[in-house]
């Protein structure tokens, strides 16, 4: 009696064990594009980051993301060995300690033979003496970065403008709620999306520097000398063409409060999803969000995910959100 008790339990158990395995496989073929994150060291919060960022490019529906940690600072970097050919994207939320020479080599072959980047971020402030990442970033700051790593790069006057005058790469003012201008509407990660749109409270990036060849500059924003910016129009949505790779660079989305309202604005969300896309195939086929913000007015998901089928009610909710928000700022 016992052994026949224990023999369906064991049977239940296997018979239970094969359907969650079944399930989890075919959950995971059924998504076509496979994106590495990598992360594990930062000068920002990356245990809050990292999850935010896995939510919202999940959220395109077109996406697995697996995590590619590294070791901690000062750990044994020799370990950090992922395998990058085998995804469309990486995004890289990681600024630390030197990978090793194997692994530096493997992403550089792996996006100058057509691998997509997203650079998010602090990640831009990551290995200021490599000269090859310099490159494919585009643009980065601090790290004792100064003219010899490349010109400032500005909007003036309707034309990107490189400026070689001396002075250390990187800086921000004080956070705070700014407009983000397209500068360019017809490439794949912009078209269709509102050109002028109010971004949530972040760090404005300015005086990055950097080679910033082979660049398009899709987007920039105002740095207000009144909040400690530069008085410059700055970059803040950019690609690279690396080799046969393509690499999306945002420079939004500051990981401080928990949550954080930079991570939270639907433009942010929006257009890291759409550069992620690009990035990994070279188009963008997710249509344009209804929640998209225009000029006047911050959108957020507060979850980071699309909110289900709007109704009127949850249209009243959302604003009453962003009421509770403005009052407490
Ligand atoms: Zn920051």
Redesign the pocket.
């Known amino acids: 009696m016992k052994y026949n008790m224990l023999r369906a339990t064991l049977i239940l158990i296997t018979v239970f064990l094969i359907l969650f395995m079944t399930t989890h496989v075919v959950r995971a073929d059924a998504l076509p594009l496979k994106a590495m994150l990598v992360t594990g060291q930062n000068n920002?919060n990356w245990q809050l980051s990292h999850p935010i960022l896995k939510t919202i490019i999940e959220d395109t529906g077109m996406f697995q993301v697996d995590i590619a940690l590294t070791p901690p600072e000062g750990g044994d970097m020799s370990t950090f060995t992922p395998v990058f050919a085998d995804y469309s994207v990486v995004i890289l939320d990681y600024t630390g300690d030197r990978w090793p020479d194997t692994t530096r080599q493997a992403f550089l072959d792996y996006v100058r033979g057509g691998g997509g980047v997203v650079v998010y971020?602090?990640a831009d402030n990551a290995f200021p003496d490599w000269p090859e990442f310099n490159e494919l970033i585009g643009l980065g700051g601090w790290g004792n970065r100064t003219e010899k790593h490349g010109p400032y790069v500005f909007w003036r006057d309707g034309e990107l403008v490189r400026d070689t005058r001396p002075g250390p790469g990187g800086a921000h003012g004080k956070q705070h709620q700014f407009v983000v201008k397209h500068r360019v509407i017809d490439h794949p990660v912009t078209r269709g999306l509102p050109e002028t749109w109010l971004h949530e409270k972040d760090?404005l990036y300015h005086h990055l520097r950097g080679p910033a060849e082979n660049m398009t500059l899709l987007a920039t924003a105002w740095s207000a000398p009144e909040t400690g910016g530069s008085g410059e129009h700055e970059p803040v949505l950019f690609t690279i063409a690396y080799g046969e790779g393509r690499v999306f660079h945002t420079v939004l989305g500051?990981?401080?409060d928990d949550p954080p309202p930079a991570m939270q604005c639907v433009g942010f969300i929006v257009t890291l999803q759409r550069g992620t896309e690009w990035a990994a195939t070279g188009t963008v086929t997710q249509p344009v969000p209804e929640d998209f913000p225009m000029a006047e007015q911050v959108r957020l998901r507060p979850h980071f995910k699309q909110s289900e089928p709007k109704t009127p009610l949850e249209g009243q909710a959302r604003g009453c959100a962003s009421n509770k928000r403005s009052a407490r700022e």
Do not use: I
Request: aromatic share 0%; glycine share 14%; no cysteine.
């Open positions: 920002h971020h602090a760090e500051h990981a401080g």
